[in-house]
């Protein structure tokens, strides 16, 4: 092969480059979050992906945390990689620096997808893989209480609601009025009709919950207790606002990976250091392989820790709805 012909061949690679603000541009309902979420459980499940343990680095005095985290979906036949890096000195929402991307290449031409800033995928993924638990260990809650208003609590409602139309009342726990008043509004742009009580009190809130769902930041001053649970209670943890001994005294226990868990949970060690089993992991309660419970009365306690395969598959789709609206700048970085 000559120069000429080698030239014609090689083609630039070019990528779509998609910043925060174009990917908030895109409209999605949580039913097809749901549904691109559970897919990607189930190739995993099923051997058709890999989600490689997550790594972590973080300086002594925890004033910040990085992760990095590759994957491979096979339903979408997309590879991924994502960063996360969080700067938090002092827990305070107005210093906090947290910056995160997701790089995707189609594994079937070998071509760059897109270059994204992974906020609004993880925003919308993290909600859905707690609906997707509810669906499977509480499939008859009517009440829910949130814990937290931050950006994984101002979504999780509308995916509750997606996954388990019956839920009569969510509750919602938090200090900041414009992070409640952002809950109610995220909730009524999916379901006019719906609306949140305020919970002045987390404890007696919680005695009344089928379903705890702790979204909370690192800074929160209240965690639900085991103690608090009503019998048969669903605690699912994301970030914080449930205590440790709802994970140990839980009846059943339930992770998205118990790998994952083993690096991100490291807050949830008992006085040895160590974390209970993991009764059943996510992808084979999907795959009806095990039980998301064994019984009605358990109480059961869920480690929601992010999977890059989920990340990769909504990555994918949000890509291809922006490039379908014109949105984002195509780069030749190769």
């Known amino acids: 092969m000559n120069a000429m012909t080698l030239e014609a061949t090689v083609q630039p690679s070019r990528i779509l480059v998609l910043g925060k603000q ?7 309902h949580p039913a097809d979050v749901l549904s691109s979420v559970e897919r990607s459980y189930l190739a995993l499940g099923n051997g058709q992906s890999d989600n490689p343990r997550k790594l972590m680095s973080q300086p002594p005095e925890k ?3 990085a992760y990095s985290m590759l994957g491979r979906d096979g339903g979408r036949q997309t590879v991924g990689f994502k960063t996360s890096y969080k700067y938090d000195p002092e827990h305070n929402r107005d210093l906090q620096k947290y910056y995160t991307t997701l790089l995707l290449f189609d594994d079937t031409t070998g071509m760059p997808v897109a270059l994204m800033d992974g906020s609004l995928v993880g925003s919308l993924r993290t909600p859905a893989v707690s609906a997707l638990i509810a669906r499977s260990a509480a499939p008859q809650a009517r009440t829910a209480l949130i814990v937290g208003t931050g950006t994984q609590g101002r979504m999780a409602a509308p995916f509750l609601l997606a996954a388990l139309p ?8 938090g200090h900041y009025d414009e992070g409640i008043l952002a809950v109610r509004q995220n909730l009524k742009r999916f379901y006019p009709e719906r609306d949140i009580e305020v919970s002045s009190d987390l ?8 379903i705890v769902l702790g ?4 800074g929160a001053a209240e965690a639900v207790r085991h103690a608090s649970l009503k019998q048969g209670a669903l605690a699912i943890l994301v970030g914080y606002g449930l205590h440790a001994d709802a994970l140990h005294g839980a009846d059943y226990r339930i992770a998205t990976s118990e790998q994952q868990m083993q690096v991100t949970g490291s807050d949830l060690v008992d006085a040895d250091g160590k974390l209970p089993a993991i009764d059943a992991e996510l992808p084979d309660i999907l795959l009806g392989r095990k039980p998301a419970r064994q019984n009605a009365g358990q109480t059961v306690f869920a480690y929601n820790s992010g999977m890059v395969v989920t990340d990769i598959a909504l990555g994918r789709t949000l890509a291809e709805n922006a490039r379908a609206k014109g949105l984002g700048q195509e780069v030749a970085l190769w």
Do not use: M, P, Q, Y
């Not at 404890?203 to 089928?210: L, M, N, V």
């Open 22 to 28: 174009l990917l908030n541009e895109i409209d999605f």
């Open 166 to 173: 019956g839920i009569e009342r969510v509750i919602v726990h």
């Open 203 to 210: 404890s007696t809130s919680a005695a009344h919950a089928d």
């Open 215 to 218: 979204v909370a930041g690192a």
């Open 63 to 65: 004033h910040s945390v």
